[in-house]
């Protein structure tokens, strides 16, 4: 199946700083997205983003599905982006989607 | 526009107990999926519903979990009898068809089993 690499695993960042995190995926893919989960446990949208470049606030992404991997990018991040990233794909529509491993993000303040 | 509901939001049960989770997806959103999730680990499919069919249900140990969804809207996730292995987060999500088929999430149900 497919195979989806996040790094980094960790990430710490003192509030203001900026940070890229990257997604690796081993297949085509029709589908991909971005998830903040929360230290709560909710899983939020970021972006629906299985090609091209979008933006939203502070936060944007990028796919490159040629070349199989996705990054997203967080500027002047704040206490409130800790939690877990998560990159997601899907190979069919309407398939399932295949989850990395996550990159825990800890902003101080 | 209401979210991804899910009920209970906490259960803590004994092995070899029943146990049952509640979803109700956003209004409209034809396809349903419940996922695991377990400790520092990302989200695996259980089960997929179109309506009120299971398409994709390769994932879920038949031997102890069950799943419905009657009517193609709410569904609910069994497992009997419980084992402690089980213990995680059971997330359900939805998604509305078309070209566009971003998955919304609930706030799940964190699953302790003693």
């Known amino acids: 199946g497919i195979q989806v690499e996040q790094s980094p695993p960790d990430l710490i960042l003192q509030e203001g700083a900026n940070s890229t995190l990257r997604c690796n995926f081993s297949d085509s893919v029709n589908n991909l997205q971005w998830f903040h989960q929360n230290p709560w446990g909710q899983l939020i949208n970021l972006f629906y983003?299985?090609?091209g470049t979008k933006q939203n606030g502070r936060l944007s992404a990028t796919t490159v599905a040629t070349e199989r991997y996705s990054l997203l990018y967080i500027s002047s991040s704040q206490t409130t982006d800790s939690g877990v990233y998560f990159c997601?794909?899907?190979?069919?529509?309407?398939?399932?989607?295949?989850f990395g491993q996550g990159t825990e993000l800890s902003v101080k303040p | 526009e209401a979210g991804v509901v899910q009920s209970p939001r906490y259960k803590i049960i004994e092995k070899k107990q029943p146990v049952a989770f509640w979803c109700n997806p956003i209004?409209?959103?034809?396809?349903l999926y419940w996922y695991r999730q377990n400790l520092g680990q990302g989200p695996e499919l259980l089960i997929r519903?179109?309506?009120?069919?299971?398409?994709?249900d390769s994932q879920l140990p038949k031997d102890r979990f069950s799943a419905e969804r009657l009517k193609g809207v709410d569904s609910t996730l069994k497992i009997q009898p419980a084992e402690l292995g089980d213990s995680a987060v059971y997330l359900c999500?939805?998604?509305?068809?078309?070209?566009?088929?971003?998955?919304?999430f609930g706030p799940g149900t964190r699953l302790l089993v003693l």
């Open positions: 999500a939805s998604s509305g068809g078309g070209t566009e088929e971003t998955q919304y």
């Open positions: 997601a794909v899907e190979r069919n529509q309407g398939g399932k989607l295949i």
């Open positions: 983003i299985p090609s």
């Open positions: 519903y179109e309506n009120e069919e299971a398409v994709d």
């Open positions: 209004s409209g959103h034809n396809t």
